[in-house]
């Protein structure tokens, strides 16, 4: 078990201390973040040079300021579909690149609103999104993802129209598929699949997104797609163009890569929607991946949320004014870090060095990776979103919560994402109404804390919901370490999903620290056979 005093050191003294672990680290994370960037952007509707640009900033500024420790920066395949909203709602007559400058702009707001957010202490804002809700969310960014990066992967273009549209359009672009492209991106698909299946073998050792890019590469230029031709597929006579752009488009002086924000568009309603959308989801995607990785840390150090949130916004502004996409604090190339023995913040510092050397020096290299590749391998990242066993794992907590998850993936598809998150967020809330919470205890908590000796008793009087728990959150983490809590539910009408997770992930915190927790109440009826399901306490909601 590691202790204090075993604890990495930070700052000069922890590179000097971690350098070779920390450089093997960041060299992997490069390998995944290199790949994953260039996907993120295209699909985002941004240049191909952004998300890299993100993740450089990522790793040299963010890095050096924020609040954690084996977290990675960069782009995420979450904001793909916010960002293309963004560019789509706010360009000039269906001009990209004028609806990607009014972009940055947005995000660079979004940026100072977060740094605003972290200096009032809101890094516990995901906290107040039911669990259901912020799930939905993700997955139905996922199916978002898929809906648009299977036509890319078919070399078809498909009519614009909603989410559900593109996806009625996915049978449409496999039978006109492009067959070259089709192939490439076909192929990509299987690696992907197959990789994780290869664990034992030495090629195995190599991240499956750059074996794609390998083979993408390789299997472009046996193609041809480099110079443009025409290709006569089979069915009825198709006639196909193959050309450079099936390629990614990089500039060789990587500096031309840079666009300026353009404000021009901040008082329009648009302008406000895109800035609000990109501020939540990246404030909840990095909150919730950040304590996600917190967990793989091997030191168990605990992330300042409050810090790193400020720490992600003034990168975002950094990144948009630049030209960049918005960051997180990215999960899966956190744990990647992890895996490959990061002990400090410097790993993520070195893996944005060897991005910016890697553009600077090979720019050629990326012009000759096929889109296909890129949207196979995002295709992926949206999949993992919403597999079933991620409805399977939503339903094992209750039948309600299902019904919250599949609202709102619904509602965000058919609308936008600000829409669906709220509308699940109002369906929840009219769901304890339902079930016999007072109105006034909606947003409103009791409770009463006791200390006795070494004892404390936290006890829930009425509703602890999603709405209402900040106030007790804040009072519980003011509680001294090394104390046995009781958190007695026996005075308690509802206790919501959103609280039991809370108070599980407190109690393991706690723990960890020399304390001890426990729950005393016993519940009249419970939502599911899940330990954490919501329960009702009593028979009525006294407050």
């Not at 450089?56 to 420790?69: A, K, P």
């Not at 196909?240 to 008082?267: G, M, N, Q, R, W």
Request: with cysteine.
């Amino acid at each position: 078990m590691n202790t204090h005093s075993t604890l990495p050191k930070q700052g000069i003294d922890g590179l000097k201390e971690n350098w070779r672990n920390d450089l093997q680290a960041g060299f992997f994370v490069f390998l995944l973040a290199l790949p994953l960037s260039l996907g993120i952007s295209i699909g985002s509707g941004f240049p191909p040079s952004a998300g890299i640009i993100t993740a450089i900033v990522g790793g040299l500024l963010v890095s050096r300021i924020n609040g954690s420790f084996v977290v990675i920066n960069g782009p995420a395949g979450g904001l793909i579909v916010v960002m293309l909203a963004a560019v789509e709602s706010l360009s000039d007559g269906g001009d990209m690149i004028s609806g990607y400058r009014y972009t940055l702009a947005a995000i660079m707001i979004a940026g100072l609103v977060q740094v605003i957010m972290g200096r009032l202490k809101m890094g516990s804002l995901s906290a107040f999104f039911p669990t259901p809700v912020v799930h939905g969310m993700l997955a139905a960014m996922g199916i978002g993802i898929i809906a648009k990066q299977v036509h890319v992967m078919m070399g078809v273009t498909p009519e614009p129209g909603n989410l559900f549209y593109m996806l009625g359009q996915i049978p449409h672009s496999i039978l006109n598929a492009t067959p070259n492209v089709a192939t490439i991106g076909l192929v990509s698909l299987a690696i992907l699949i197959v990789w994780p299946f290869l664990k034992q073998t030495k090629i195995s050792k190599i991240p499956a997104p750059i074996m794609v890019l390998i083979v993408g590469m390789g299997m472009a230029q046996f193609f041809g797609i480099q110079h443009e031709h025409i290709h006569f597929g089979q069915a009825e006579l198709h006639e196909h163009l193959i050309a450079p752009p099936f390629l990614v488009e990089l500039p060789s002086d990587f500096t031309e890569a840079f666009y300026l924000p353009d404000f021009s568009k901040i008082l329009t309603f648009e302008f406000w929607m895109a800035t609000i959308s990109i501020c939540l989801v990246v404030s909840l995607e990095s909150l919730l991946s950040a304590t996600a990785a917190e967990k793989l840390d091997p030191y168990k150090r605990p992330t300042d949320l409050d810090r790193d949130l400020s720490a992600i916004g003034l990168g975002n502004v950094v990144s948009g004014f630049l030209g960049g996409l918005p960051m997180i604090a990215e999960f899966i190339r956190s744990s990647a870090n992890v895996e490959a023995g990061a002990k400090t913040g410097w790993a993520n510092f070195f893996h944005g060095t060897i991005l910016l050397l890697f553009v600077v020096l090979f720019p050629h290299l990326i012009h000759s990776i096929p889109h296909a590749s890129l949207a196979a391998l995002l295709v992926i990242i949206g999949y993992r979103r919403a597999t079933p066993q991620v409805f399977a794992r939503v339903l094992a907590i209750g039948k309600d919560q299902l019904l919250l998850f599949v609202l709102t993936i619904l509602a965000v598809l058919a609308t936008n994402l600000l829409v669906g998150v709220f509308f699940g967020v109002f369906v929840k809330l009219m769901l304890h109404l339902s079930r016999g919470v007072w109105p006034n205890n909606l947003f409103k908590i009791h409770f009463t804390i006791t200390e006795v000796e070494d004892r404390v008793t936290v006890k829930i009087i009425g509703s602890a919901l999603f709405s209402n728990f900040l106030p007790l959150k804040r009072a519980v983490d003011e509680i001294a370490p090394g104390k046995n809590i009781t958190f007695d539910f026996s005075q308690g009408y509802l206790i919501d999903h959103s609280i039991l997770i809370f108070i599980d992930e407190y109690s393991a915190h706690y723990a960890r620290n020399g304390g001890s927790c426990r729950k005393v109440g016993h519940a009249l009826e419970t939502y599911s056979d899940h330990d954490l399901a919501a329960r009702l306490m009593t028979t009525d909601d006294r407050k």
